[in-house]
């Protein structure tokens, strides 16, 4: 991995993944330690105890984040930037990472930080620091990969979600085409409370 990364043109790759990679393994214990029992700890108001414990693991990890952030956006440009798998789409992956960047994440992200202004202006920040050339390329065949390949269970997911959704859609039509209501139905006329 450190080979590649300097290949691709991180700079200190070692000595930054090996940093990346112990945050990582101490985090990846603190995920497991994250189970039901800890959630409902976490959202008793005011334990006395773990109330400063995840105080302080959200501030651990705040600064996890700012010390590792500019190795993954550098390591993530410069795979889009130089790894030879993407040579014959490039401006593809460019624009597929542009605008999924400035059309879906960023507008997503800025909806949950209302009242946050100086988060929604890091966002943008970091966003500008993923310096892409040119964004003109036709993406549509890796974003038909990303769907159907990666995310196809999800796919399916939604599909059946859809489908109960206009089963619904259809019975409440019918519903409303034989002219009977809700309260109709019901023996005594009224919804039951």
């Known amino acids: 991995m450190v080979e590649y990364l300097t290949d691709t043109g991180v700079q200190r790759a070692r000595e930054r993944l090996d940093w990346f990679a112990a945050i990582l393994t101490a985090a990846a214990e603190l995920r497991n330690d994250s189970n039901y029992e800890a959630l409902l700890i976490a959202h008793e108001y005011e334990h006395i105890t773990m109330t400063s414990a995840f105080e302080s693991l959200a501030k651990s990890m705040s600064a996890a984040v700012d010390s590792n952030l500019s190795f993954v956006m550098e390591a993530f440009t410069c ?17 597929f990472v542009h605008d999924y960047l400035t059309r879906r994440l960023v507008p997503a992200v800025h909806r949950k930080l209302g009242g946050f202004d100086d988060l929604k202006e890091k966002l ?58 809700v309260t109709t139905m019901h023996p005594q006329g009224q919804i039951p409370s």
């Open 124 to 181: 943008l920040e970091i966003v500008a620091r993923i310096d892409l050339p040119g964004t003109g390329g036709d993406y549509h065949r890796l974003e038909d990969a990303a769907s159907l390949d990666i995310f196809g269970g999800k796919a399916r997911l939604m599909g059946v979600f859809q489908g109960r959704i206009e089963e619904l859609r259809r019975a409440t039509r019918d519903l409303e085409l034989s002219g009977t209501s």
């Open 79 to 95: 795979f889009l930037r130089a790894d030879p798998d993407l040579e014959a789409d490039r401006a593809g992956y460019f624009a």
